[in-house]
């Protein structure tokens, strides 16, 4: 599959470069999707990418623009291969840029390994199912919405909200539950501000996770085709790290929006048919390449968790780039700029988040035997709750029972007591039951219908009868 | 021979390809990367390539195999998994290990394995295309018939029992002075229906195990369905339910362009899972193709017409099969995808304006149908398509093309999922057109089907219009008689609608439980509204031990739920008493 070729060709005759793109005469043995040098006038070199070779004319896309390319004085040069990562148990700790190239003032990646960052498609056969529950320490996850060992969960978030505290805080809590073993953590920041990025590295490094830790940054200043490749040079990174060094790799990448506008941008520059929104018609199937990177391979110790981050435009969870998304991960972490405004951290919607992992994560033996029925009580006393403090603003409190009332009561404290907590606190999986089970003793006993009678017994704490 | 002559992402254009025919299959570069011709042009042949073109270069060579894209049918197929275009994952997984690289072949079935063949007939028979000419014990649960290919007759001679791989002659076929090896296996072009002699009406039950479509938007075998939902609707889990639990001799589940662990999850789960009518595991009623969203968009396209050729093909041994594809929103998209390269004028949102078209080639290869052949046989093949409306939206084409095709429609909805009621098919927006066909197969389980039936779809559209006054006024200000039509659309929503697919029990209800159920539920509507005349209060009514006994009807084992329901029916017979009674 690999090409390498010892000697290389250039071209003086570059024909049209307009936007990204040049159209150059074609040279016998130019190879679909290769990368290529382009040398301007001045000396300056960039590179490109072969995205259409004809018999007679061929198609490169420039990374970096085709600003100040010459058509009398650039040439183009063909190395014969497809970008590539090199590999080696060296780049834990280190932080690379957009096309592969250490930022952080350390010496280059030397190894004998370059793997293609297109990666290969795993076996669907080979797979195996994920079912290992992660502690995030994080409540409205860890009771409600599960993340388990080799699951791709995004985090559909708003522009202001804490998607980035939340990120942080389960890269500094994230634990196998049981295990001591630390993740080790690729981190992949696409089109995102310097400060925002800088403060994710900043926090990497207070916490010591920096030596178990990769970052790809391509921030907002850098060339927006680079975006597309940050993403794969991460999951490069993490598919060596699993696949071959063993280790459970946890990778964030942020934010697919700018991700999926840089994808947007240049298809419009290759002038190709758009599709909804003006996406391209294969965003789903660009997008499943990156997600689907994520998992467990059968008779292979490490695993890929990915948590992709992305600002939906307008909180709109419809918005092609949310809902392409949320069709190919297992479910999502939807943040909720109500909650937000009432001071909650995390401000998780309960309602629209969905995690469709957890059954294979929780109870006896993962986290608890009354995972489970907590997780259902949990969620049809809330939507009660809020059912009712919905109708409430209609009909007043007056026309409400006393029942009515319990569950309004709960449905606040639910959010006060149970998703909301602070950014630094780490609760284990049985604090975040016991709020739960807290909360419940509010409810009359024989509304807890979800629950197995057994765990009542065992997990209900005496109704304290103060109100 | 021909050579490349310009590359754009999956599709290839080649030059001197004088003499290729329209879906001809070819071989491209050095790596033999596999490759279909869609279309042909003076010298020159556009091709659509099934593995990842990067890398290829102008000039190299492109062979034609004089054939068109077959898929192999024998023995091995039931309880293997396949790709798009037919390779076994399971030979790749041994041969090449855990990730798919480009140019790697393997054959569908096993050349090496030896399958026992039991005749069916003596030397000297004279058959026709679709006779059955002996068997193979495929697994424990299947029972292949080996059938002389459609179009072939004459004399049969040289016919033995014995051990022979899928290529081996197990017997010869004479006709007009010539000789023709028959083996275990046949091909036939994926992309042609297979032949039957006639076709029937849908009239049979298909047994799904899910209430809400078994009794309320019925399937038939042979019939069609879509499933369309937005995202985190349950739609995958649906389908999955269905072929686990579906009454049908086997099951072939096409997982176009979706996910890989959710592949992975089935996969593990049909091995452990028994069947409920015969209790052997489930893998061995299975077929399954798995090209999920990062492997090559090409192999979409064909993925679902090798699954339905497949289905045809153990249609005609007159079994009932089910096809699931999940879901034809990718494989529209890779059609989509395919187009824009060949620069066709596009239709709604970049569709091909042959999308309609397409789908209908697929859906309507479904169908019950007298086999070719003898001894005479039925079989059926039933196919449920998923849908996925991008942000939910069901006026886009791909659902709105499905809707004009189908029979029966799914509809699952993203507000019943957020109150986690799950399955999330929507009682207001679903429909079958199967319901009067099925009706006598019904009346057969219960005499009163239709009438239960009925009445419950009543209810429950009742309950959507005082849903809309409740909104407005609250539901305390509701006369009593309303509230307790509330209080039964509620127990229909809660108690019978509502079906875990994780519990033991629950997971699968067969059509006469769910009969009890259900007309159990009907009967303390009109119990209850007896007590409501006497003056009792519908809240007291809803505290009653008696209806908290039916919300649990559900956990109740397939052996005990006759007697539980009957002491139900006793108490309400009973009347008020029974409820002041305390015990009940």
Redo the contacts between chains.
Sequence with gaps: MDSMQLFTRQTKAISTARRSLLIIESIPGIRYNEIVDVELGTGEIRSGQVIEVGKNTTVVQVFGGVSEVDLLNSKVRYKGETLKLPVSPDILGRIFDGSGKPIDGGPPIISQKYQDINGVPANPASRMPPAEFIETGISAIDGLNVLVRGQKLPIFSGSGLPHNKIAAQIIRQASLKGKSEDFAIVFGAIGVSYDDAAHFISNLEETGALSRAVGFINTASSPVIERLSTPRLALTAAEYLAWEMNMHVLVILTDITNYADALRELAAMRGEIPSRRGYPGYMYTDLASLYERAGRISGREGSVTIIPILTMPDDDITHPIPDLTGYITEGQIVLSRPLDRKRIYPPIDVFLSLSRMMKEGIGEGKTREDHNNVFMQSYAMYAEGNYLREITTVIGSEALTDRDKVYLNAADRFEREFIAQDENSRRTVEETLSIAWDIFSMLPEEDLKLINEAYIKKYLPEPSRSE | MGKI????GPVIIA?DMRGSQVYEVVEIGE?RLNGEIIGLEQDKAVIQVYE????????EKVTGTGEILMAELGPGLVGN?YDGVQRS??T??DEV??????GVRTYALDREKKWHFIPAMKAGAQVEGGDVIGTVQETGLIEHRIMVPPGMSGVIDAIEEGDYTVEESIALLKSNGKTWPLTLMQRWPARKPRPYKRRFDPQDLLVTGTRVIDYLFPLALGGKAAIPG???TGKTVNLQQMVRWSQTQLNIYV?C?E???????V??SFKELKDPATGRYLQEKEIFI?N????P?VAREISIFIGITMAEYYRDMGYDILLVADSTS?WA?AM??IG?RLEET?GE??FPTYLGSRLSAFYERSGRVECLGSPGRIGSATVIGAV?P????FSEPVTQSTLRIVDALYSLDVAL????HFPTINWLQSYSHYADSVNAWWEKVSPDYTEVRNQALITLQKEAELEEI?????P??LPENDKLLLLIARMIREDFLMQSA?HPVDTYSNPKRSHLMLSTIMKFSDFARGLAEEGMMVSEISASRIKQRI?RMKDVPDDEIDQYVDSIRQDMAGGAASLEEGGV
Excluded at chain 2, 97 to 102: I, T
Aim: net charge negative; glycine share 16%; proline share 3%.
């Design positions: 002559w310009r590359i754009s030059e790596e990842d073109t990067v890398g290829l270069t102008v000039g998994i994952l399971v790749m997984k290990g855990d990730f798919l690289h480009r937005g995202f985190g997982g362009g996910r890989g662990n959710e592949m992975a999850d996969l593990q798995a999920t969203s990062n492997m968009v990718r998209e989509r995808e824009a596009p949102e970049g996925s991008p942000g939910a939206d999922a957020n109150r986690r409740v909104r407005l006024v609250g305390e200000a994780y919300s």
